[in-house]
């Protein structure tokens, strides 16, 4: 009997916190979204038009300026965030607007994080270690245009998505 009250002590507690946690996570998937939206109608535009030694190392630059806590908490803290609203929405679900809020958070989590780790990372280390000067690095920038910018289409969206999800939650 003491583990069940504890859940539901836990679960009356995590009730409360939703509407701040959704919030939270609405601001930092629209942060996120915003700099991925920038990037993807004209940072890299901007990058392809420069000559290849040069696009290479501006990307390479600023693959290692983005590790910052600022951004990483958005992205990443955003993402922990969703984890727990997931998990919340699962033992709440009769709560209003848990259907936006489940959506939300897989989406963002699914698209962000994961994409991210999966993709976007794997794809800067290899323009990372090219020469930037050779015919393979011009290959791999080439290739880099078109596949990053890509995944970046699919965090955009899905980062504005989930944030008119977790706005929907709390309406």
């Given at each position: 009997?003491?583990?069940?009250?504890?859940?539901?002590?836990?679960?009356?507690?995590?009730?409360?916190?939703?509407?701040?946690?959704?919030?939270?996570?609405?601001?930092?998937?629209?942060?996120?979204g915003?700099?991925?939206?920038?990037?993807?109608?004209?940072?890299?535009?901007?990058?392809?038009?420069?000559?290849?030694?040069?696009?290479?190392?501006?990307?390479?630059?600023?693959?290692?300026?983005?590790?910052?806590?600022?951004?990483?908490?958005?992205?990443?803290?955003?993402g922990?965030?969703?984890?727990?609203?997931?998990?919340?929405?699962?033992?709440?679900?009769?709560?209003?607007?848990?259907?936006?809020?489940?959506?939300?958070?897989?989406?963002?989590?699914?698209?962000?994080?994961?994409?991210?780790?999966?993709?976007?990372?794997?794809?800067?280390?290899?323009?990372?270690?090219?020469?930037?000067a050779?015919?393979?690095?011009?290959?791999?920038?080439?290739?880099?245009?078109?596949?990053?910018?890509?995944?970046?289409?699919?965090?955009?969206?899905?980062?504005?998505?989930?944030?008119?999800?977790?706005?929907?939650?709390?309406?």
């Amino acid at each position: 009997m003491l583990y069940g009250n504890r859940f539901l002590i836990w679960r009356t507690n995590m009730m409360k916190l939703l509407p701040t946690l959704t919030f939270i996570a609405a601001i930092g998937a629209g942060v996120v979204g915003g700099v991925f939206f920038a990037f993807s109608n004209f940072v890299m535009a901007a990058l392809a038009r420069l000559p290849v030694p040069s696009g290479i190392a501006a990307m390479n630059s600023i693959s290692v300026t983005v590790i910052t806590p600022t951004f990483m908490t958005a992205l990443f803290g955003t993402g922990l965030i969703c984890l727990v609203l997931i998990a919340a929405t699962l033992f709440g679900w009769s709560q209003s607007g848990s259907y936006w809020l489940l959506a939300g958070a897989v989406i963002y989590f699914i698209g962000n994080p994961i994409v991210t780790m999966a993709f976007n990372v794997p794809l800067n280390d290899a323009l990372a270690a090219v020469d930037p000067a050779s015919a393979n690095g011009a290959a791999v920038w080439t290739n880099y245009l078109s596949e990053w910018v890509m995944w970046n289409h699919v965090r955009t969206i899905t980062a504005i998505v989930a944030m008119a999800c977790f706005i929907m939650a709390l309406i």
